[in-house]
């Protein structure tokens, strides 16, 4: 592993770089947003414009434009650094990233982001299984406030973001969302406020398509009937 300087995902080529070896391992075995892939072959379309927040290195928003035909996608990361290999990645694969530099908040504040070894445990809370490597000081948006940053309507919303998806309770998802895919870290906010978030986005007109470990797939009610059969044919539970 520590020779593979580079991985293909689902079609997507990924520099590996100077990645820890488990990182590498996981990404190399296909472990890496397995559940997240899955879902956005199942529920997004290439008519959706899509915002995911809290993009990683960019495996989602380049499947989602190379493998699935999405024209419009916008990636939000807190982490400068895993911004560089966000946009490497892209070069990589001949696609071009639209992507801001900011973390989902509470406020829109600037916000302490506790940096760790493996770049998708990156948190604005404490984790006290993660020994936090260095601290940076990253802009925060409330979610209207990031959105209104983007020069579309997204249908599509994809949020990844360590904990910080409890900012959402405050929050009102806009009428033009009608699908999202939620990753939810119970370990870090406490099984009750992940219920809370996954009830809240419920009273909001979403129902759950499915799910795949802490992973959602949602829709919006009306998006329900014409998605049920298609979503059912892979696992609910895992």
């Not at 520099?15 to 820890?20: D, M, Q, R, T």
């Not at 900012?167 to 009750?192: A, N, Q």
Request: aromatic share 6%; hydrophobic share 40%; glycine share 6%.
């Amino acid at each position: 592993l520590p020779k593979i300087c580079f991985a293909e995902v689902a079609g997507v080529k990924l520099n590996l770089g100077n990645l820890p070896i488990p990182m590498r391992e996981r990404i190399v075995l296909g472990r890496y947003e397995a559940a997240e892939l899955q879902m956005c072959r199942q529920i997004l379309t290439k008519d959706d414009p899509v915002v995911e927040i809290g993009s990683g290195i960019g495996l989602l928003g380049i499947f989602a434009t190379k493998r699935l035909g999405i024209e419009i996608y916008f990636c939000v990361e807190a982490n400068e650094e895993t911004v560089a290999m966000l946009v490497a990645n892209h070069e990589l694969n001949s696609v071009k990233p639209r992507v801001l530099v900011g973390a989902l908040s509470q406020c829109d504040t600037p916000v302490e982001l506790r940096v760790t070894e493996e770049f998708w445990t990156n948190t604005l809370l404490p984790d006290p299984q993660q020994p936090v490597t260095k601290t940076l000081t990253v802009q925060g948006y409330r979610l209207p406030t990031l959105l209104r940053k983007i020069d579309f309507l997204p249908t599509g919303l994809i949020i990844d973001v360590e904990g910080a998806e409890r900012c959402l309770l405050s929050e009102t998802i806009p009428d033009s969302v009608r699908k999202m895919i939620i990753e939810l870290h119970p370990k870090l906010t406490g099984v009750m406020t992940s219920f809370a978030v996954l009830n809240h986005l419920m009273n909001q007109g979403f129902n759950v398509l499915a799910t795949r470990d802490d992973s959602y797939a949602l829709a919006r009610t009306e998006e329900w009937p014409g998605m049920k059969e298609e979503v059912g044919r892979f696992s609910y539970v895992r």
